[in-house]
């Protein structure tokens, strides 16, 4: 397998401790000529839809890598540690949801395996820290070169742990779709495609709240609520300058519903 000269790390780990820094530390031991990149340690505790959010929001924008991520809650239990083969690079990390959406933004996954090869871990791995004892020393290995194969039996990707499809129908004049995300600037991002907009007039309420559909923030006055297509070409709803999540009073994995007002 050809060498990957980028590793990526989605964590939940925040920034107040050390457990970036270690991750870190064991990649540069292992392969010190891979770059890394950090998509994001902010993560909510916990939050496995919104890691696989961003991790598949972001990784069809990076080179060919080794992408890590680390959104385990069930870290030392039976959970599977896996890592997943796509054409366009190798997801690694815990066997709950996380990997899928990323796998298939890099066009589907190719092949998978447990990892099981205690060769590729820490010595004494900690049961509450796999990222850096379990999925940071493998992704170094498979960064520099070691076969796929070798961190531990082939699975069936389709066995995998998948998050569960979120709420999307829509009707004449009417859509209704899950919250997926909310960014840091309150925008609320739909788990609906950006292209079930089309069917939408303007100007539309959205939660019972009036709001236009535009392009970007600026398309209404400020203040305003502006539904459009986000960056990820998914629907989404902004307020121009304020918080959309405080307005509509969402918060992920609620259900918004959008009317065409006559």
């Known amino acids: 397998m050809a060498d990957y000269p980028v590793i990526s790390l989605t964590t939940d780990f925040g920034l107040s401790d050390g457990f970036v820094a270690a991750c870190h530390g064991v990649i ?9 990149i950090d998509i994001t340690h902010l993560v909510d505790p916990g939050d496995i839809v919104r ?3 961003v991790l598949s929001q ?3 924008y990076l080179p060919p890598a ?6 385990d809650p069930g870290v030392g239990t039976a959970r599977r540690a896996v890592a997943v083969q796509t054409p366009a690079g190798l997801l ?7 990997l899928p959406w990323a796998a298939d933004a890099l066009g589907g996954p190719t092949g998978a ?3 099981s090869n205690s060769d590729w871990f820490a010595t004494d791995a900690s049961r509450t820290f796999h990222g850096r004892d379990v999925f ?13 194969a070798q961190a531990g039996p082939a699975i069936d990707p389709a066995g995998l742990i998948r998050l569960p499809e979120p709420v999307v129908s829509a009707g004449e004049g009417w859509l209704e779709s899950q919250v997926l995300t909310i960014d840091r600037y309150g925008n609320v991002q739909l788990a609906a495609p ?8 303007s100007p539309l309420r959205v939660g019972g709240v009036r709001a236009v559909r535009g392009g970007t923030f600026g398309d209404t006055s400020p203040g305003g609520l502006v539904v459009y297509v986000d960056s990820a070409g998914r629907a989404a709803v902004a307020v121009n300058g304020g918080r959309a999540a405080g307005v509509l009073a969402v918060r992920p994995g609620d259900v918004v519903r959008l009317v065409t007002v006559p």
Not at 66 to 71: D, I, L, M, R, S
């Open 92 to 98: 690694v990390g815990p066997d709950n949801g996380l």
């Open 194 to 201: 950006g292209s079930a907009l089309d069917a939408l007039g």
């Open 66 to 71: 080794v992408h890590v991520a680390v959104v």
């Open 136 to 148: 940071a020393p493998v992704a170094a290995r498979l960064a520099t070169g070691a076969p796929f």
């Open 51 to 53: 890691g696989a959010a």
């Open 113 to 115: 395996v447990e990892l």
């Open 58 to 60: 972001t990784v069809p």
């Open 28 to 36: 540069a031991g292992l392969a010190p000529t891979v770059r890394v």
